[in-house]
Each structure stands twice: as C-alpha cells, then as structure tokens.
T-cell receptor
Framework: AQKVTQAQTEISVVEKEDVTLDCVYE???????LFWYKQPPSGELVFLIR??????QNEISGRYSWNFQKSTSSFNFTITASQVVDSAVYFC??????????FGKGTKLTVNP | NAGVTQTPKFQVLKTGQSMTLQCAQD?????MSWYRQDPGMGLRLIHY???????DQGEVPNGYNVSRSTTEDFPLRLLSAAPSQTSVYFC?????????????FGPGTRLLVL
C-alpha cells in the first residue's frame, strides 16, 4: 500500500520567513514519483514539481527548493523568504507502479504581512 | 489547448437526485481520473480510466459511476445523491508513459447535496 503523510496540518509564518513543509511517504515500489501541488484560495490545483525515485538531487526553483531523501522516505519543500502570495494549501503526492496518485492530506500555509 | 475542463462549476442537489459531472480534455491523454476533496482529507481517487472503454475503481467509488466512450470525455455520474457526497470534485488527465507524466487538474466542481 502507498501512503503519504503530511504531519503539519497548518503553518503560519510572517512574511520573509523561511518555511519547510514536510512530506513522508511509504511505498514498496522501487520506481516511483513524488509531486508537490499548490492549491491557492481560488481552488485550482497547480503543479509545482515532479521527482523520480532515482534522482535524489535537490531542486531549486527561485524561492522554492525541494529536498528528497530516500533514506528517510521524505520529500520536503522549503519556501525561502515567504510572501503573502505563497498562502495556500500544499499537497504532496506519490505515484508508484500505476498512474494512480496518492495524496497527503495537505498543509495549509498562511503567510502574514 | 483548453486543458482539462469541468462543468458545472457549482451545483446544488437535493438528496436522491441524479446528475452528471462533465470532464473533458483536449490533450489526447490516455489517463483520466476523478478525485473528491473533503476538508482535512486531501484528495481521494474515485474512479479512473486508462483509455476509451476501460475504467476502474479508486479508493472511494461507492455511489459513483463512470464511463469512457471517447478519449476526450470522462463523465462522473451520481445516480442518487446523498449529503455525504457534498464535496469538491476534480478531474485530472495525463499521458501514460515511462517516465510517469504529470497529471493536470481541471478547475473543480463544487457540489452541495441538501
């Protein structure tokens, strides 16, 4: 069975603070893919990143960075110098041997001015 | 490309009524799926399809039917709506390939069952 755990239900920070969203996953597949999606208050789901299980390099995209560690089954997401526009619900998701995506329950991030 | 479209955006039903949520994509994606999103539960897979004529159940299929007669369309049917089906419904699609492709989501349909 596949499972994604986002232990942080809600996080509140002040603008310009760095914030890390945790994601821990479980799978028996040797090949799998990890994703992060953002859901702003408007409700749509926005794809942020996809990572395969063979690539443990950290990824940086502007203020966003991702830390993938197979040893701890984690795929954490860090926002540097957070902004009010980063306020959203963030979902981590896992895709293993099929096309089915398994989502975590999400972390609601509020960035206060 | 319009991407993944869903209609309606919002619907109110009475218990026992039936309706169909529409989902269409113009990217020639083989894989399409339906999720429901409930507060504190994340997104849960209802049904999915890997091509025209092929559908299968996801995590929470009870109360929902699907069919896939064309590559483009994947409607979700509620035969007898119940208040427990009040939720936000998302349709998603992707290519089927290795490496796995990113799934793209429609804007969602908000359903309220009274």
């Amino acid at each position: 069975a596949q499972k994604v755990t986002q232990a942080q239900t809600e996080i509140s920070v002040v603008e310009k603070e760095d914030v890390t969203l945790d994601c821990v996953y479980e799978t028996r597949d040797t090949t799998y893919y990890l994703f992060w999606y953002k859901q702003p208050p408007s409700g749509e789901l926005v794809f942020l990143i996809r990572r395969n299980s063979f690539d443990e390099q950290n990824e940086i995209s502007g203020r966003y960075s991702w830390n993938f560690q197979k040893s701890t089954s984690s795929f954490n997401f860090t926002i540097t110098a957070s902004q009010v526009v980063d306020s959203a619900v963030y979902f981590c998701a896992l895709q293993g041997g099929s096309e089915k995506l398994v989502f975590g329950k999400g972390t609601k991030l509020t960035v206060n001015p | 490309n319009a991407g993944v479209t869903q209609t309606p955006k919002f619907q109110v039903l009475k218990t026992g009524q039936s309706m169909t949520l529409q989902c269409a994509q113009d990217m020639n994606h083989e894989y399409m799926s339906w999720y429901r999103q409930d507060p504190g539960m994340g997104l849960r897979l209802i049904h999915y399809s890997v091509g025209a004529g092929i559908t299968d159940q996801g995590e929470v299929p009870n109360g929902y039917n699907v069919s896939r007669s064309t590559t483009e369309d994947f409607p979700l049917r509620l035969l007898s709506a119940a208040p427990s089906q009040t939720s936000v419904y998302f349709c998603a699609s992707s290519y089927i390939s290795q490496p796995r492709e990113t799934q793209y989501f429609g804007p969602g349909t908000r359903l309220l069952v009274l």
